[in-house]
């Protein structure tokens, strides 16, 4: 979804009042990219925490969708995630490809040794999470855990995966 000038320019702080998530997500959307443009000053990344919180929020729509707290959470979470994204810095240059199919093969059996060196959990949170590319509800409900310990799992996995990486 591409958001224009005209539609930052349209958007007071709005009172969505919609049963339908549907009928609410433009308005939502809205309001949760300006909150995250504010902090970040990038347009992407700004409709990414956008498009997060909105994921978020249709979760628990059953919950939310009628709360009058509603437009107040979704200002808050896009607040809290444009900060995350501040925190994390800007992301690393992508890495220049293998120039060469032993140098493939050996960038794979590294991955793998550093993979066998998590937990169980570890090694599925973050195999679901970056190889199969789930979102964190998605790897929950497969998992059969809380999305907090996705994150947990995946944040405690992917250092112990730098750091065997670093070694090597």
Known sequence: MVV???????IAPPVVVAADFDEAFRPLFLLA???AHRILRDTAAAEDVAADV????????GRLG???HRDAWVVRVATN?????????PAPAPAAPPSSFEDEVASRLVLTSALRR???RQREAVALRFLLGLPEHEVARVLGIA?????RHVDRGLRRLRAGMEER
């Open 54 to 61: 909105l994921g978020r929020l249709h979760d628990r729509w």
């Open 118 to 120: 998590l937990s169980r």
């Open 66 to 68: 009628s709360a009058a």
């Open 81 to 89: 995630r444009a900060l995350d994204v501040v925190r994390r810095g």
């Open 4 to 10: 224009t000038a005209a539609d930052l320019r349209a």
């Open 147 to 151: 999305e907090g310990s996705v994150r």
């Open 33 to 35: 990219f300006r909150a």
